[in-house]
C-alpha cells in the first residue's frame, strides 16, 4: 500500500500551500462506490480564507471546501477563542493543493519567529455499510472535535488513513519583540503628529487661498 504524503511550502512567513500527494489507489476506492476525503485540523495560529477558497473553486482549480472552526482574517492569535479549525475536501485528484495563512503570534522576547506545529492530515472513505466498526467512528469524532461529523456513521463504513511525512510538520511565522515597544510607540505617536500636522496645514492653505484671490480681484 503506497504511502499518504503530504508537506507544506515555504516554511517560514505568513502565506503557507499545503499539499496532499494520493496514491491511484485511493482513486480506485473512490470510483468503487465510496467517497473519500482528506482531513485538516490546524491550530488557532493558522487558518484557512473561505472566500480565497470559494474564489479557487469558481477558478475551477479546487474543489469546495467545508470549514468548522474561527474564519475572521483579522483576529490575532491572542483573540481566537476557538481551540482549532477544521477543514474537509472531497478527493478530486492525486494532488490536493490549498493556500492557509498564519495569524499574527504573541510577541516573542527570546526569538525573532514563533514556531508553529501543524497536525498532518487524514485520508477518510465513506462507504454505504451497516456492519461499520465502531472503533472508526470514534477515531472519526476525535477529529472533528469539538464539532458534529458531517457523515451518517451508523449507516456508513468509515476508515481513516493519516498522511506520512519525513519530520514534524512545522512553520516559523515572524513574531513581534515586546522590548521594541519603547522605540515603536514614541516614533509611531511622532508619525501621527506630523501627519496631522500635514493634512492641517495644507487644508488651511487651500482654505486661504479663494480669499486671497478675492481680495486682489477687489
Known amino acids: 500500500m503506497q504511502s499518504l504524503t503530504t508537506s507544506i511550502t515555504p516554511l517560514q512567513g505568513f502565506h503557507f500551500t499545503f499539499q496532499d500527494n494520493i496514491p491511484g489507489q485511493e482513486k480506485v476506492e473512490q470510483s468503487a462506490g ?5 482531513l485538516h485540523r490546524f491550530p488557532k495560529d493558522v487558518f484557512v480564507d473561505p472566500y480565497e477558497l470559494e474564489q479557487r ?10 470549514i468548522w472552526g474561527e474564519t475572521d482574517l483579522e483576529l490575532p492569535v491572542s483573540s481566537v477563542k476557538e481551540g482549532s479549525s477544521v ?15 498564519a495569524r499574527y503570534p504573541i510577541p516573542l522576547s527570546n526569538d525573532t519567529h514563533a514556531t508553529i506545529d501543524i497536525q498532518k492530515p487524514t485520508l477518510i472513505s465513506v462507504c454505504k455499510n451497516t456492519q461499520s466498526r465502531d472503533t472508526d467512528h470514534q477515531v472519526l469524532h476525535a477529529l472533528f472535535s469539538p464539532y ?20 514534524p510538520l512545522t512553520i516559523r511565522v515572524p513574531a513581534g519583540n515586546p522590548n521594541h ?38
Open 148 to 167: 458534529e461529523v458531517p457523515f451518517d456513521v451508523k449507516e456508513s463504513q468509515i476508515s481513516t488513513r493519516p498522511f506520512t511525512h519525513d519530520s
Open 57 to 66: 473553486v469558481l477558478d475551477g482549480v479546487a474543489p469546495t471546501f467545508k
Open 87 to 101: 477543514l474537509l475536501g472531497p478527493l478530486s485528484a492525486g494532488v490536493l493543493e490549498f493556500p492557509f495563512h
Open 34 to 38: 465510496c467517497n473519500v476525503y482528506v
Open 181 to 218: 515597544i519603547q522605540f515603536v510607540e514614541p516614533i509611531t505617536l511622532l508619525a501621527v503628529f506630523v501627519s496631522v500636522y500635514y493634512i492641517g496645514r495644507a487644508m488651511w492653505k487651500s482654505f486661504r487661498r479663494p480669499q486671497q484671490a478675492h481680495i486682489k480681484q477687489e
